[in-house]
């Protein structure tokens, strides 16, 4: 019924590997979203400071699943993965300054 030139995808097979560390680094930077959202809330009633810091960090993540979610669908092309790699590491790095910042000592 289907022919085997439409089982393959659409940019070509991706390495276990390659999955593996994009998994890594997708878990990773959830996990330190996360985090640094939840230290934004507390001592209560949080600051207006730290609460803003999180409102652009949860933006700034919601920009990056836009992105990946056009990829694995096959809107972008396959130069935007290192695009995809970059704002993850920048929110990587975005993170770890507001948690330093929440978190002086």
Do not use: H, Q
């Not at 409102?55 to 995809?84: M, N, S």
């Amino acid at each position: 019924m289907y022919d085997a030139g439409t089982d393959t995808p659409l940019f070509g097979d991706t390495r276990p590997r390659d999955r593996f560390l994009s998994y890594l680094l997708g878990g990773f930077t959830c996990v330190l979203v996360l985090f640094t959202f939840i230290s934004s809330l507390f001592p209560w009633p949080p600051p207006f400071k730290k609460i803003f810091l999180a409102i652009a960090i949860i933006f700034v993540c919601i920009g990056e699943l836009v992105l990946i979610f056009w990829y694995k669908r096959g809107d972008l092309d396959p130069k935007f993965r290192k695009l995809i790699l970059f704002n993850c590491l920048s929110l990587i790095i975005l993170c770890l300054s507001a948690n330093l910042f929440y978190y002086p000592k």
